[in-house]
């Protein structure tokens, strides 16, 4: 295994976006939550397809020796060069990036390998700017990179948040979510304070979400405490996505009419929204850098804003369209009607649907232009406040000064009357 060069170590990947302007710099995604079975791998295959399907060039990268997102798009686990190969120099992101069966979706592949790689990487210098430092000597020209971290907060997940410019947060509404999503947002912070202080909160995105009061709860818990963080989209609880994974196609192709298909094309234009008023901070940032007499990178002039994709242009207009273009490849691959459509539509996979463009979103990421980046800053830090029970302790002492309040002014009330 190659070590690491050090001098890309204090690069972070917003100052690669700088430096090739007149290149597809790509977006970097890290799929991530520390807590295992919240449906990373389920949203990291639907959203790199769904991306592909909006006309994006992406690159699925499957961190997990696992190799659950492989299969999940139909790719070969365990076979060939890929994300192991990545780490250990042996050939870029672009070279190890395999064609998939959808146009535009490339996918770097998981293999038993990845096991091991932890314990090697711990033998190198700066083990966390690894992924980081090969992407910044040779980025490969797409308009997102999307990166599937297996659980908890090892070498892997740590390479993969470094290296990223946004982070999104899968969260499962069942029982410890809430908790789970503490130590997620408490890894977070970590990863800002030490390695990539760039890194935003792409969103929360709820998960596996089910008709029950408990699962209910929950998500109305979570956006009360996460806020604007959490998308507006929520993935049901569906078997459709879990029937899908056996089939080895991510559910937006294999039943794109399902909900569970149709709520990951929800948040994919969520995500795409998202992204374009991450972009703008960044772009802002830059230009109000740039103003200063000297940048940070030694008096090198900061770059351009960096450029908006045609997708995160026109979010809505795009996830429209790939609603037909998922259709089309479900027929490819499966022959005739897209499952579940059978009643809902029978038109043939290329005609253009009906459905009507759904509303722009409300902006949720509304911050003063100099609060850059968006960091949720305020959010991870909520993470610690009341809970339901302390939200009522607060309660019942506002009651009791109140009541204190009243008796005192008696008091005095009665002892001014006595007097007078
Ligand atoms: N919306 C959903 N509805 C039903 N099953 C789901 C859904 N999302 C994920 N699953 C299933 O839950 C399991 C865990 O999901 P996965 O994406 O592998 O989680 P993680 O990557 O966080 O471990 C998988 O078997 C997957 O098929
Ligand atoms: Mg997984």
Known sequence: MSDAPSQT????????????????????????????????????????????????????????????????VGGLYNQGPGAYEFFTGDASLAELARETAYPGLRLVAASRMLAGLELELSEQDSPQFVFRERLLSDMPSVDHILIDSPPALGLLPVNALVAAHSVLVPVQSETFAHDGMVNAFFSLKRIRSTFNPSLAIHGVL??????????KKLDKVIRSEFADAVFSAVIPRDIAVSDSADADHPVVVHAPQSPGAQAYMEATREFLHREADLRERLSRQRASTASGPTS??????????????????????????????????????????PTGEETANNSAPDAPKSKPVPPPL??????????????????????YAPTDGDQGLRTATWVMAAAAVVVLCGVIYITMTTMG
């Open 9 to 72: 170590a204090d690069r972070t990947p917003s100052d690669a976006l700088s430096e090739a302007d007149h290149r597809t710099i790509p977006w970097i995604t890290a799929v991530y939550n520390q807590k295992g079975g919240v449906g990373k791998t389920t949203t990291a295959a639907n959203l790199a397809t769904a991306l592909a399907a909006c006309g994006q060039t992406v690159i699925l990268v499957d961190l997990d020796s696992q190799g659950n997102a492989t299969t999940s």
């Open 296 to 337: 940070e990178e030694g008096g090198r002039s900061l770059p351009l804003p960096c450029p908006l994709s045609k997708a995160t242009a026109d979010p809505d207009a795009s996830a429209l369209a790939a609603t037909t273009t998922l259709a089309r490849w479900h027929a490819r691959v499966f022959g005739g009607i």
């Open 206 to 215: 709820v998960t596996m979400m089910g008709t029950d009061a408990t699962s």
């Open 362 to 383: 409300k902006p949720t990421l509304e911050a003063p232009a100099d609060d850059i980046p968006p960091d949720w800053t305020g959010v991870v830090d909520d993470v």
